[in-house]
């Protein structure tokens, strides 16, 4: 169930992007292809939304987005430079000006010896990729959405003058 407060940050993305001519792609661990649903559920995201990849394992990392397995070793999966891998490549993938990526863990427990509710989102251009980290708190549920929400707050602020 979307917010009012989503709904507007997407249109508003949606509204900027299309004007000036921007594409968007998504790479989803953490949110499993929730963040590409809530910019589709958006009337004119077609206009801006090229697609996602929803990578939820590390061999998926690793085959559709290109991601070194010494990389996912060294690092893990959560972690800023996988975020940022993920987000690069999405943009490289499709094509695309920006690219949005979330990897974390959504609980309830630990998972790659990070705490529930540490989440990495990336946001790539082609001229710079911006990272943010999450200690998010709540059920698998609440982390998921929060994540989403934080994931297009951060686009719109890079998108807005």
């Not at 980290?133 to 609440?142: F, H, P, V, Y």
């Amino acid at each position: 169930m979307s917010t009012p407060k989503v709904d507007v940050i997407v249109a508003e993305i949606i509204k900027l992007m299309k004007k000036r001519g921007l594409t968007l792609a998504t790479a989803e661990s953490i949110t499993g292809g929730g963040l590409a649903a809530r910019i589709t559920d958006t009337k004119g995201s077609s206009a801006i939304f090229l697609g996602s990849i929803v990578s939820y394992s590390d061999a998926s990392k690793t085959k559709f987005l290109g991601i070194a397995k010494r990389v996912l070793t060294k690092s893990t999966s959560v972690s800023e430079v996988v975020a940022s891998s993920m987000a690069e490549s999405a943009r490289t993938q499709f094509a695309a000006d920006y690219a949005i990526s979330t990897t974390g863990v959504a609980g309830p427990g630990k998972a790659y010896g990070q705490k529930a509710g540490t989440v990495w989102i990336a946001i790539a251009s082609k001229d710079k990729t911006v990272t943010v980290e999450l200690a998010l708190s709540g059920d698998r549920d609440a982390i998921r959405k929060a994540t989403i929400e934080s994931a297009l707050a951060c686009l719109s602020r890079i998108l807005t003058p």
